[in-house]
């Protein structure tokens, strides 16, 4: 999926994730699709979706659709996974920059529920700076950070 989907659609994926990050609640389901354990398949994907409220969960299951249909309908993507990952670096200085506590959440590693939310408070900042980043490198920060979790980013 994250290889074949086309550019547009893996945005519409970020711009679902990043949405429904704007919601408290909403935003504690999406943060576990980020640890480095988590279950990024679709039945993961789903999961996630039934937690969200209806607006977000529609949003969410028709991107993960344009993304399926995408996929099995385009050969596969280029993709530089180092250049995604400069691009993730660049937006983590910047939430670095702008949000006092960014990196203290980012190297949270703890299973308790202060680190989580440390964790969590940290990726929607980190959300929040690759919105303003323009679409093909947000379509490649989202492969990576779906393919590898937060845990990339930290040092």
Known sequence: LLGRAPDDAIDGLFQ??????????????LCGLFE??????LAGLNAVAVRLGPASRERFATAVADALVGATQSPPQPYDAAAAL?????????????HDGFVRGLNASGNDADSRGARCQSLRW????????????????TRLLLDEGVARLAP
């Not at 949405?19 to 408290?24: L, Q, Y």
């Not at 480095?36 to 398949?41: E, T």
């Not at 400069?86 to 702008?98: H, V």
């Open 36 to 41: 480095p354990d988590a279950d990024r398949s």
């Open 86 to 98: 400069q691009s993730l670096k660049a937006a983590g200085a910047t939430a670095a920059i702008l």
């Open 126 to 141: 980190l959300l929040d700076t690759m919105q303003a980043r323009p679409q093909h490198e947000r379509a490649a920060m």
């Open 16 to 29: 679902a994730v990043h949405a429904a990050s704007r919601n408290e609640d909403e935003a504690r389901a």
